[in-house]
């Protein structure tokens, strides 16, 4: 079973930063795509930032500017570093991989199958 899981969660006072950790597998290192989606309370998932294969990212509108994504296959390891944290930053954040229908694109859910269980970024004003 594919297992991925996320760390580094906790809670942060608006304006701070985290980063976020998720390990993974030689499987699901060979992911054309890897990204990081969050849900927050009575909303759906959204994408905020994907990585491919080659290293290109792509940011869903809030997140641009002042989030970033790095990939370490040779460490099993995909990073989400989230600065100026902002009270509607508050969510459960999931890191996803074996993104491999390009047509579909990086920051759609349904185009991965690969889940972690979540990390809770809770953001106080």
């Known amino acids: 079973q594919v297992q991925m899981m996320e760390s580094g969660g906790g809670s942060v006072q608006a304006g701070g930063s985290l980063r976020l950790s998720c390990a993974t597998s030689?499987?699901?290192?060979?992911?054309?795509?890897m990204s990081w989606f969050r849900q927050a309370p009575g909303k759906e998932r959204e994408g905020v930032a994907a990585?491919?294969?080659?290293?290109?990212?792509t940011y869903g509108g809030p997140a641009k500017g002042r989030f970033s994504i790095t990939r370490h296959n040779d460490k099993n390891t995909l990073y989400l570093e989230i600065n100026n944290l902002k009270p509607e930053g508050n969510a459960r954040y999931y890191c996803a991989g074996n993104g491999n229908n390009r047509a579909l694109g990086p920051l759609w859910d349904k185009g991965y199958n690969a889940w972690g269980q979540g990390t809770q970024v809770t953001v106080s004003s």
């Open positions: 030689e499987y699901t290192n060979n992911s054309y795509y």
């Open positions: 990585i491919d294969r080659d290293g290109s990212t």
